[in-house]
T-cell receptor, first 113, second 115 residues
Framework: SQELEQSPQSLIVQEGKNLTINCTSS?????LYWYKQKYGEGLIFLMM?????EEKSHEKITAKLDEKKQQSSLHITASQPSHAGIYLC?????????????FGKGTKLSVIP | SQTIHQWPATLVQPVGSPLSLECTVE??????LYWYRQAAGRGLQLLFY??????ISSEVPQNLSASRPQDRQFILSSKKLLLSDSGFYLC??????????????FGPGTRLTVL
């Protein structure tokens, strides 16, 4: 089974609307990373969360990690066409300082002007 | 600042032909290096990672291999391509273990189509 579950798989929103993407695991997330990918391109690093209850913001994107460190959410306020793409969460599930990240399958976001 | 390059950007190869994809990183020393494959509906699959020159760890049994001949160069190879090798190949780097964070930074990717 997938160790990191992302929901929804795809999302279509009207420009200006808010949206939330979730990333859930049954295991402790030692580090949680959010990336954005345009089709056919590499992943762009957005934010990293490490501590339970941590919240970070960059422009109109806010990411949170729950207190139990098993769920993260990515919230976009007043979405714009430039926010369209695939959002992936990745997590360090092997303990602090481990080499590997496990990734979810991604959430495809479309923003209609 | 650090940059990561991959080439070629796209590649179309016949079944049974060899493969060589190259990845280089600039602006950092002793990085961890990674090869991923991204296939539709399957997400990112880690294929290989390397913590130093000549040190390769394989995550998935397959007909692919990886080599790290220089500190900032990572090569993905195959002697005979299969149809199932088609996909989007991404190279990534991160700082050495021991740092608090392990964010990985990705290259632009190579789209491989095996016919």
């Amino acid at each position: 089974s997938q160790e990191l579950e992302q929901s929804p798989q795809s999302l279509i929103v009207q420009e200006g609307k808010n949206l939330t993407i979730n990333c859930t695991s049954s295991k402790t997330l030692y580090g949680l990373y959010w990336y954005k990918q345009k089709y056919g391109e590499g992943l762009i690093f957005l934010m990293m969360l490490q501590k339970g209850g941590e919240e970070k913001s960059h422009e109109k994107i806010t990411a949170k990690l729950d207190e139990k460190k098993q769920q993260s959410s990515l919230h976009i306020t007043a979405s714009q066409p430039s926010h369209a793409g695939i959002y992936l969460c990745g997590a360090d599930m092997g303990g602090a300082g481990s080499y590997q990240l496990t990734f979810g399958k991604g959430t495809k976001l479309s923003v209609i002007p | 600042s650090q940059t990561i390059h991959q080439w070629p950007a796209t590649l179309v190869q016949p079944v049974g032909s060899p493969l060589s994809l190259e990845c280089t990183v600039e602006g950092t020393s002793n990085p961890n290096l990674y090869w991923y494959r991204q296939a539709a509906g399957r997400g990112l699959q880690l294929l290989f990672y390397s913590v130093g020159i000549g040190q390769i760890s394989s995550e998935v049994p397959q007909n692919l291999s990886a080599s790290r001949p220089q500190d900032r160069q990572f090569i993905l190879s195959s002697k005979k391509l299969l149809l199932s090798d088609s996909g989007f190949y991404l190279c990534a780097w991160s700082r050495l273990r021991g740092f608090e964070y392990n964010e990985q930074f990705f290259g632009p990717g190579t789209r491989l189509t095996v016919l």
